[in-house]
């Protein structure tokens, strides 16, 4: 086998150091792992020995690679040991000034044509390259943690990175099972970048008072594929990683509306409040399991209304059949009967503004999310309005229940949660291919594989409809008067012609 880089060193023996240098050596390049502190060195060799033992016991590795894996991992008792590597891979402290000083020893340690990379998940792989001599020979190796488990890696050019350093790295990244996707050099390369939708947004909806954690968690998972709920998630990377992470890409943007981060995250990482680690975050812990709250139970109606349905409404045919397998009485005359609960099923738009519009009675009026087709769900979303009467939003409850599928009722706001969420997924995604910070193959790849989404977002945009997803961030530009819901041109291109959203323009 041809090996890209024969010897990789290794600045740094926390968990992404160590994670990287399992992988290296696993492999076939021999590694050489430094840290200031001499016992983190052997730690970690000891747990990178104690995985290889593990995958030897399921069968994952032969006893012959085991032994010659561990021999591959070396010690290095100083900087000026890697002189020799063909890569130093840094893998240390997030502070820029660090990051400089050590690049700045080891170029002048190294060969001339040693490749120098960052394992920086937000620092500009430019500006840390900005002192070097070489910096045509320097870029951006981002793994993820854990890095064994974590199969993607951002290879980022900086603005001289010569082109066959990525190249090279890319095969590297091949060679070590990963997946590498090439990234500019721009605040939050892909995945950080393209995951500010997720998060921020939901904590824009507790915020407005629309749902709890919990019923947003169980919304986005039902309804959308998501594994996690966004906090399910941040509880699991915890907030002193991922507030920061959102400080510092709103901040690279110059304060762009679309990152804004959410002051309920820094309070909760104020009072220490960050997650799972701690045993507290969105959710308490017992013993590493969430307590999550119950759902409300389906209330008991004696005698369900007659249903009448907006002519405006989404999937209208698709909600009138579900509306009869589920035993509705169906008024299909031109406006309601003054008993009838009035169903609308808006995209982007609230329940109160839908009601006023077409003028009905906003005490009986229901809004049904159908963004996603009901087949495609385990949970419909049901929304009131200031005016709905109690008795209307349980017979609404009640009848959504009947077949047995979860149902969740929130307060009125633009869109619906997994409206929200899933269109600021998108236009995000969007205004990464409009900046060409990667190719729409790279971004779907990068997200699918580093924040396990069910969908990439392009292939979200397919799926629920470039059309659909434009009228909902359209509709609460309306609704909110926020910038942060500017549809990118690249995604109002696509909806406006009907192209698909991975189409890649000359």
């Known amino acids: 086998m041809n090996i890209v880089f024969k010897t990789i060193g290794i600045v740094g023996a926390g968990a992404m150091g160590r994670g990287i240098a399992q992988i290296a050596a696993q492999s076939g390049s021999a590694v050489l792992l430094f840290d200031t502190q001499p016992d983190a060195v052997s730690k970690a060799q000891a747990a990178v020995g104690s995985q ?50 050590v690049f700045a020893e080891l170029e002048g340690i190294v060969g001339e044509t040693a490749v120098l990379a960052t394992n920086t998940s937000s620092l500009s792989v430019t500006a840390i390259a900005a002192g070097l001599k070489r910096p045509q020979q320097f870029a951006g190796f981002h793994f993820f943690n854990p890095v064994p488990l974590m199969k993607v890696v951002e290879v980022i050019a900086g603005l001289k ?15 070590m099972g990963h997946t ?26 507790v915020s ?57 995250t820094a309070q909760r990482l104020a009072g220490g409040v960050v997650g799972k ?43 009138y059949q579900l509306l009869k397998d589920l035993g509705a009485k169906i008024e299909t005359g031109q406006s309601p009967s003054p008993q009838a609960l009035t169903l609308v099923a808006p995209l982007g738009f609230d329940v109160t503004t839908v009601a006023v519009v077409e003028r009905l009675d906003p005490a009986r009026t229901v809004g049904i999310d159908l963004l996603v087709e009901d087949t495609a769900t385990r949970r419909r979303v049901l929304a009131t309005n200031p005016a709905t009467r109690a008795d209307m939003r349980d ?15 929130i307060r009125d706001s633009g869109g619906f949660v997994t409206q929200r969420v899933l269109a600021t997924i998108v236009n995000i995604a969007s205004d990464i291919c409009q900046q060409r910070i990667c190719s729409p193959a790279d971004l779907e790849t990068a997200v699918t594989l580093g924040l396990g989404y069910p969908l990439g977002p392009l292939a979200m945009g397919n799926r629920y409809g470039p059309t659909n997803v434009l009228e909902v961030l359209f509709n609460m530009q309306t609704v909110y008067g926020d910038p942060r819901y500017r549809p990118s041109p690249w995604l109002r291109r696509r909806g406006a012609i009907g192209l698909s959203l991975l189409h890649e323009e000359e």
Not at 196 to 201: A, F, K, N, P, V
Not at 211 to 228: C, E, H, S, V, Y
Not at 301 to 311: F, G, K, M, T
Not at 398 to 407: E, I, M, Q, S
């Open 52 to 101: 290889w033992d593990k995958l030897q016991e399921k069968g994952r590795m032969a006893p012959a690679d085991v032994q010659a894996a561990k021999a591959r991992l070396q010690a290095a008792g100083s900087l000026g040991a890697l002189a020799g590597c063909d890569l130093v891979v840094e893998a240390i402290v997030e502070r820029l000034d660090v990051k400089k000083a």
């Open 161 to 175: 990175t010569l082109p066959t350093v990525c190249e090279a790295l890319s095969a590297c990244a091949r060679q």
């Open 180 to 205: 590498p996707v090439l990234a500019q050099d721009t605040p939050g390369f892909i995945v950080n970048h393209a995951g500010r939708g997720y998060g921020t947004e939901a904590l824009r909806i």
């Open 208 to 264: 407005e008072g629309v749902a709890d954690f919990a019923t947003i968690d169980r919304i986005l998972k039902d309804q959308a594929g998501f594994r996690l709920g966004p906090f399910e998630l941040m509880d699991l990377t915890a907030l002193d990683v991922s507030h920061p992470v959102m400080e510092s890409i709103y901040q690279q943007y110059y304060d762009e509306p679309r990152y804004r981060p959410s002051v309920i």
């Open 277 to 319: 680690k701690v045993g507290e975050g969105f959710y308490r812990y017992a013993d590493g399991v969430a307590q999550m709250p119950a759902e409300a139970a389906v209330p008991e109606v004696a005698e369900l209304p007659p249903v009448w349905v907006s002519s405006r409404a989404t999937r209208r045919p698709e909600l």
């Open 395 to 409: 017979a609404a409850h009640a009848l959504f229940a009947r077949d047995g599928k979860a149902v969740s009722v």
